[in-house]
């Protein structure tokens, strides 16, 4: 069982470069000894206990059969009870939530379920490029919109406008957003709402960074506000907030009509999470939430750490608002973000994601996750700047 | 047939082990709560290998060779999208479960179904084979055993192989391996391909193992196949859940009479259920493996539908066997303890034949 004919490998092949040099980075650092890794948004921290005790008490108790493939009904209940509760925003508990295997599969049902070859979707950009493959799949075109450093990678609502064709289907927000740390500010979010009213789009709102904020910052879910309430898929999971990435549990909501799709989809292309993870969701959502703000603080202190160190090296960054990266401005280091990372990975066993591993013309930026103890992130700053300091430019 | 057991709500039940039980938790108290790498642990991946080597007959080179998957139906869209496009044919055997015909039809390709024949014996004719494939065929698509527990013959599936040879097609194949509910050696598809033929095998660590609602798949073939495949799984869902991959670890490399056991319970129930229905005056499919069986009433289900609605207000799923290729049948998941067979096969006939055939 040797070689794929050509008509067969011209048929199995996929395109995204960067995806593989992304994760090539990741494997390799994984092999290595002593590398202090900044790379993969996996947080560090611990499932918080009394999720993992739920989980163990339904393992022990017996937790043997398949749920329903869009999720068990009473996770999807509280699903929809978080979402009206938290965010204002109202979905049908029954029809309205589709229960996935991490928010990012939740994002290719629902780019499937209403995408159509030729339809356009406006993205900021940088993005996550793991989501260009549903677009792609969908026969779509992904129309990257612009942000920038200066602002904190604010997303601008007359940039979307400017780039609206008859042609553009759906508006993909994520705030706070990866890689860029940046939030949406609200009287943006307003505007982009009333902008998909008026031009008839859906808005696929990822929120899974949605409660980690810093420096007073705001979220507003776009599902929440009139103009968008009918027309908003909101996606969100476990794995960022609650540190669950292992347990792959995410969800979409929005509309029963596409909702309706999604679950079908689900249903033939992956069938329900496991049981077990949606018990763990099930206790995240109702159980206690102190937890949630220790950790917080402890970001909080990182990010701190972090920018300082940055700043120290003259690097700039766009403002990071939410989440836990910075995605930092590197181009006075004079080499392509993806030598950077190699010079890192194999010299200073440091590994940072190159820009481009979030579209092309981020060559001269770095994503940092700050996903490792403050020691460790200590430890990896000055490791850093000993390695660049010969090769950044004076004056920065 | 895990969609017949997901929409019912009814598994075959075996329910998961003291000792994957113990093991999930321990994995649980160890901290395994993060992204395992994207093709999956790689223990599991290497017990994966030895099991397709053991049950499939089939060496995959090395774990790279290895995707786990969350569940069979991950792997099989991923396998299928990965090598389909719009307008494309794929070959494949009669019974087509409705689920698959649904995913391909998703998939927005076309499917030539082979006949077998007599149901009860299924057979291949060469010459049925051949003039199923055309200039779009791409892929044979092949459970073994299908939906309706039987195998095919050797010589079938070496029917199928060679035509794949000469067709130039890449194969997807269902097989989990396991043995016959009598403990009889019957692998599928992959053991009898040719070395330039292009593979992935794709199953689930289910019914056997106790595991139905862990959801961990595998998908595992040739890594010109499974280097773009785990691209596609990565784009999906990263990768498999970390403590469901940890329960398989310890299912599978369990000491093989756990599932031997699990499989003679199957059968058991098959071998009641079967009895019962002819008991009853009801024909069945007698199935030598899987986790279902045939059924159907002395006359023709005069609307299979309208049975199988009747039959869920009652609380027992069914399937139609019409959109899989044998109308007129109904298809049960042997959900049901042998001892309350007889019973629920006269509920069956009660319900669906109703007054007309007292």
């Known amino acids: 069982m040797t070689e794929a004919s050509p008509k067969q490998i011209s048929q199995t092949q996929t395109s995204n470069e960067a995806i593989r040099q992304r994760f090539s980075l990741v494997e390799r650092a994984a092999r290595m000894q002593g590398v202090i890794t900044l790379g993969r948004g996996d947080p560090d921290l611990p499932t918080p206990a009394h999720i993992v005790d739920a989980a163990k008490d339904a393992i022990r108790h017996g937790v043997d059969e398949r749920t329903p493939a869009a999720g068990s009904s009473r996770l999807r209940g509280q699903i929809a009870a978080k979402l009206a509760t938290e965010n204002h925003v109202d979905v049908d508990p029954v029809d309205g939530v589709v229960v996935t295997t991490g928010g990012q599969e939740g994002l290719y049902m629902v780019i499937r379920a209403v995408l159509r070859p030729g339809d356009e979707i406006l993205v900021p950009d940088p993005r996550y490029t793991s989501y260009d493959l549903a677009i792609e799949h969908a026969g779509a075109k992904m129309v990257l919109v612009p942000t920038n450093e200066s602002d904190g990678f604010d997303l601008h609502p007359e940039e979307v406008e400017r780039l609206i064709t008859e042609r553009t289907k759906a508006l993909l927000l994520i705030s706070p957003g990866n890689p860029t740390a940046g939030t949406i500010t609200p009287p943006n979010i307003r505007r982009l709402a009333e902008i998909a009213q008026e031009r008839n789009l859906l808005v696929i709102s990822d929120e899974i960074y949605e409660k980690l904020l810093y420096d007073g910052t705001e979220h507003l879910s776009i599902g929440s506000l009139t103009p968008a309430r009918d027309r908003t898929v909101t996606i969100n999971g476990f794995s960022k907030t609650y540190c669950m990435t292992g347990w792959r549990l995410g969800y979409v909501a929005g509309p029963t009509s596409i909702m309706t799709a999604v679950a079908q989809r689900k249903e033939l292309w992956s069938g329900p999470p496991p049981a077990v993870s949606q018990v763990a969701a099930s206790a995240a959502l109702t159980g206690p939430t102190e937890i949630l703000d220790k950790y917080l603080e402890i970001y909080r202190r990182r990010r701190r750490l972090v920018l300082d160190a940055l700043n120290r090296m003259g690097f700039s960054y766009g403002e990071p608002r939410g989440a836990f990266y910075v995605y930092l401005n590197a181009s006075s280091v004079g080499l392509a973000s993806y030598q950077i990372s190699e010079l890192l990975l194999e010299e200073a066993h440091v590994l940072l994601l190159p820009g481009t591993a979030f579209g092309d013309r981020w060559s001269n930026y770095m994503r940092l996750a700050y996903l490792a103890p403050e020691e460790q992130i200590g430890e990896a700053m000055g490791r850093m700047e000993a390695t660049l300091r010969p090769h950044l430019k004076r004056g920065k | ?358």
């Not at chain 2, 649980?28 to 991946?45: A, F, K, N, Q, S």
């Not at chain 2, 779009?136 to 199928?160: H, N």
């Not at chain 2, 593979?199 to 862990?214: D, M, N």
């Open chain 2, 1 to 358: 047939m895990s969609r017949a057991a997901t929409l019912s709500g009814l598994d075959p039940s075996f329910g998961t082990s003291q000792r994957v039980r113990e093991a999930a938790c321990d994995a649980l108290d160890r901290g395994e709560t993060h992204y395992t790498t994207r093709p999956g642990l790689v223990e599991l991946r290497e017990a994966t290998r030895t099991l397709l080597r053991e049950y499939c007959g089939v060496e995959v080179e090395g774990v790279n060779g290895v995707l786990i998957t969350c569940g069979e139906a991950e792997g099989l869209f991923v396998a299928l999208r990965t090598l389909l496009s719009p307008g494309d044919e794929v070959l494949t055997v009669a019974p087509l479960t409705d689920a698959d015909q649904e995913l391909l039809t998703s998939l927005e390709v076309s499917v030539a179904v082979v006949p077998v024949g007599d149901l009860g014996r299924p057979r291949l004719q060469a010459a049925d084979v051949a003039a199923a494939i055309t200039d779009r065929t791409r892929v044979l698509m092949l459970r073994t055993p299908g939906p309706s527990g039987l195998p095919l013959q050797a010589m079938d599936l070496k029917l199928l192989a060679e035509q794949a040879r000469i067709a130039n097609l890449s194969v997807v194949t269902v097989e989990t391996g396991q043995p016959s509910y009598h403990g009889e050696h019957r692998p599928g598809l992959a053991v009898h391909l040719d070395s330039s033929t292009p593979y992935v095998v794709v199953g689930e660590f289910a019914a056997p193992w106790g595991l139905e609602a862990w959801r961990v798949g595998y998908l595992a073939g040739v890594s010109q196949l499974v280097t773009p495949m785990t691209e596609l799984k990565q784009a999906l869902t990263i990768c498999s859940p970390a403590v469901s991959q940890f329960a398989a670890l310890a299912a599978i490399t369990a000491p093989r009479e756990e599932a031997a056991k699990r499989r003679s319970e199957l059968g058991r129930r098959a071998a009641a259920f079967a009895d019962a229905c002819q008991a009853h005056g009801l024909r069945v499919i007698r199935p030598e493996g899987g986790d279902g069986i045939f059924v159907t009433l002395p006359h023709s289900l005069p609307d299979e539908a309208a049975a199988v609605e009747r039959l869920a207000r009652h609380g027992i799923a069914a399937y139609p066997g019409g959109p899989m290729g044998l109308p007129g049948w109904l298809r049960f998941a042997l959900t049901v303890p042998p001892e309350s067979a007889p019973t629920i096969a006269g509920r069956i006939l009660e319900l669906i034949d109703g007054a007309e055939a007292r």
